[in-house]
């Protein structure tokens, strides 16, 4: 169990730019998570996988943000034509199938939108 | 729509001594868990302990223990025994059993640990 890991940690970009952040989840979980926390607040639920399918997506994600989790494996979450508003810290997390198994969270990627 | 409410956004706790941290909830499910996060300043997510809405007795893990009151819909963590390594923010989160796959968090509560 090597944990979840996000890539990048720390992502400074220019408004109207596009970002793209990995997640590699714990191997053999077969859900996946992603979250956005902004300061002074819990994470907020974006978007989830199972396996490849994306099966529940937040209406905060709005049409600039997309996921993919093309085998099952890692995901990549993109935001195109970010806005300042968009900074916040994006969490990846995963679990096993089913039942109480808790959210297993990576350290994140703090974006911050100039 | 399930909610989470942390009504304490700080705290201050001599080390050695116990802390209970307050989280009220409301969920029209019928069947539910109560989850509990630590976040250190460097900004991972740990998991710190589950109670499921059925279960009879409270949870407990080393330190951590929950303090589950269905009927008052609330669910308070309880550490026992406080450390320095216990300063953090604290989060309380709930999910349905059934439907969806959301986690709710609430606000947090920023525990320190005076020496």
């Known amino acids: 169990d090597t944990g979840v890991s996000q890539d990048p940690r720390h992502k400074i970009t220019k408004r109207g730019q596009n970002v793209t952040f990995r997640c590699d989840p714990i191997s053999e979980h077969n859900r996946l998570y992603w979250y956005r926390q902004t300061l002074g607040q819990g994470p907020e639920f974006l978007t989830y996988f199972q396996n490849e399918a994306q099966l529940e997506k937040s209406r905060l994600l709005s049409d600039r943000f997309s996921a993919e989790r093309p085998k099952g494996s890692f995901s990549t979450l993109e935001i195109q034509r970010t806005e300042q508003g968009d900074s916040a810290m994006y969490l990846c997390a995963s679990r096993r199938d089913g039942g109480d198994s808790p959210l297993h969270f990576g350290n994140g990627t703090r974006l911050t939108v100039t | 729509a399930q909610k989470i409410t942390q009504t304490q956004p700080g705290m201050f706790v001599q080390e050695k001594e116990a802390v209970t941290l307050d989280c009220t909830y409301d969920?029209?499910?019928?069947?539910?868990?109560l989850f509990w996060y630590k976040q250190p300043s460097s900004g991972e997510m740990i998991f710190l302990i589950y109670?499921?809405?059925?279960?009879?007795q409270n949870a407990t893990e080393g330190r951590y223990s929950l303090n589950f009151q269905k009927a008052r819909k609330s669910a308070n963590l309880v550490i026992s025994a406080s450390q320095l390594g216990d300063s953090a923010m604290y989060f309380c989160?709930?999910?349905?059993?059934?439907?969806?796959?959301?986690?709710?968090f609430g606000t947090g509560t920023r525990l320190t640990i005076i020496p």
């Open positions: 969920t029209s499910d019928p069947s539910y868990g």
């Open positions: 109670q499921g809405s059925y279960d009879q």
């Open positions: 989160a709930m999910r349905p059993n059934f439907g969806n796959e959301k986690l709710t």
